[in-house]
């Protein structure tokens, strides 16, 4: 059901709504899950898949045959994991061997775990992980030993961290600690990903001797989390947001959240974005190795949606009062420019990267890095997918030579724009005549209640007969000059 709040918002934004209706109409996925020919087991995976995870969950279903089931069992046990290690209610004697043992309990038949405190919102994962335990020894043996290993490093990652006391006080300490933590939990993912693709033929085996780059696929998107939830886990009794950022610009970390410190937390958080927007061009140049059109879609989606997300970000206060996230219509567009081509998607990261920009504070202590990591961004993927506009180009000091290959992007772009003109102008009338339909069905709904009420009886003359009858007679001239000017108390 559509909340008013979310029917006005769109009646304001028809770009979105737009967004949304075509996603759910037209959106023709690459691979399509055969529900017919699932057995209920590999069903209830899939319902953990949803439960855990409505974005990461769409692009896993349409990820070719030979990796759908392997990678959604690889979210789940991750998940499952995960959620040991967030669940507060745990006591360290019983996490930690729960985590350093968790790529054994994956093997053992039966398995499931039912401790997790009440408000754990994946509990339900580990409570039914027997059917996850079950289809994850039914894949390539393959497979089975790369999810293992990886659900091995995560864990031990996770228990090392939960078994440091200043962690748990304080927090994240240094930069070195942060980016190490997010490297055990999802940098390590990044890695493992990469092998699977490679190990089903449907990535390039380079993109394993290059392992800063799924490396940075990972941070990219951990670290845009961090920043995003820094209320929610600042609520939940976790810091994730190293000392070495935060100590530069209040003297306490609650003092993030106090009014009076909001210039000093949008610094913070400027700082924080500077450090995750490191990682963008690796991302690029990871999504440049992967052919197949549905691994690319699920490898690209949730980096422009991380991109958004850190423009969302920038600058916002209302980050530090209540979690902030990108709208469902934002969130539609995303994915159907998303699942596309590398051109396509590096337009996406160029324009967030241009918004940051020109949201940039000079008064930022950071504004120069800022400004010279949007700007290098830019003129990385102007040199990826040159321009054919000279002015643009001499902007951001990319050279124009007229080589055969630049003419022939400049062609392909040209068209690009004259198709999206066209879209927009379509869009445009679109939008015309859904109002006209919106507002004929509900002249035509209100003729036939009319009717109807009618049919059976309704007297439509009542209300303007019993106004009237309340008025009055309208007294005459000489009646109005009989009355009294005052009334006596006689009278009354």
Not at 282 to 309: H, R, W
Request: net charge negative; proline share 4%.
């Amino acid at each position: 059901m559509v909340s008013a709040s979310s029917a006005l918002y769109y009646a304001f934004h028809p770009n979105e709504l737009r967004s949304i209706i075509q996603w759910k109409l037209y959106h023709d996925p690459v691979h399509q899950r055969d529900k017919e020919k699932e057995s209920e087991s590999v069903s209830k995976c899939y319902y953990l898949l949803d439960l855990s995870s409505r974005s990461f969950s769409s692009v896993i279903q349409e990820l070719h045959p030979e990796l759908k089931l392997p990678v959604a069992l690889f979210y789940c046990i991750l998940r499952g994991l995960d959620t040991i290690e967030d669940d507060m209610t745990l006591a360290l004697e019983k996490k930690d061997p729960l985590l350093r043992n968790f790529h054994l309990h994956i093997e053992e038949e039966g398995w499931n775990f039912d401790g997790s405190g009440p408000d754990e919102k994946d509990r339900e994962v580990l409570v039914q992980f027997d059917n996850v335990v079950k289809e994850f020894r039914a894949i390539k043996v393959e497979y089975r030993k790369i999810i293992a290993d990886t659900t091995k490093k995560m864990g031990n990652g996770m228990a090392d961290f939960a078994n440091n006391a200043e962690f748990n006080v304080n927090g994240v300490d240094s930069i070195k600690d942060y980016n190490l933590y997010c490297h055990y939990v999802a940098g390590v993912v990044g890695e493992g990903l990469t092998r699977l693709f490679v190990e089903s033929k449907l990535g390039n085996p380079l993109l394993l001797d290059r392992p800063h780059l799924h490396e940075s696929m990972g941070l990219m998107l951990q670290k845009v989390n961090i920043i995003r939830d820094i209320r929610e886990d600042f609520d939940d009794r976790r810091r994730f947001w190293p000392k070495e950022i935060w100590s530069k610009h209040v003297e306490n970390f609650e003092d993030l959240f106090k009014p009076e410190n909001r210039e000093a937390a949008l610094r913070c958080s400027s700082d924080m974005i500077l450090d995750a927007l490191q990682h963008a061009e690796d991302c690029l140049f990871y999504l440049a190795g992967l052919k197949e059109q549905s691994v690319f879609n699920f490898c690209a989606i949730p980096q422009t949606m991380a991109m958004a997300t850190l423009e969302l970000c920038f600058q916002n206060g209302n980050m530090f009062e209540r979690n902030v996230k990108i709208t469902k219509g934002q969130a539609c567009q995303l994915m159907t420019e998303s699942s596309q081509n590398l051109r396509v998607v590096s337009g996406v990261f160029r324009g967030y990267a241009h918004k940051i920009l020109k949201k940039n504070n000079p008064r930022d202590p950071n504004f120069l890095k800022l400004s010279m990591t949007c700007s290098n961004l830019e003129k990385f993927i102007q040199g990826l997918f040159p321009s054919p506009d000279p002015k643009i180009a001499a902007e951001v000091g990319i050279p124009t030579a007229e080589t055969e290959e630049t003419r022939s992007d400049a062609a392909n772009l040209a068209e690009l724009t004259a198709r999206q003109t066209a879209e927009q102008e379509e869009a445009k009338w679109d939008l015309i005549y859904m109002a006209l339909a919106v507002t004929c069905t509900l002249m035509f709904i209100s003729a036939i209640m009319i009717g109807v009420a009618w049919y059976f009886g309704a007297r439509f003359d009542l209300p303007s007969t019993q106004y009237r009858k309340n008025l009055g007679p309208r007294p005459s001239p000489g009646e109005a000059q009989n009355m009294p000017d005052k009334l006596t108390h006689g009278d009354l």
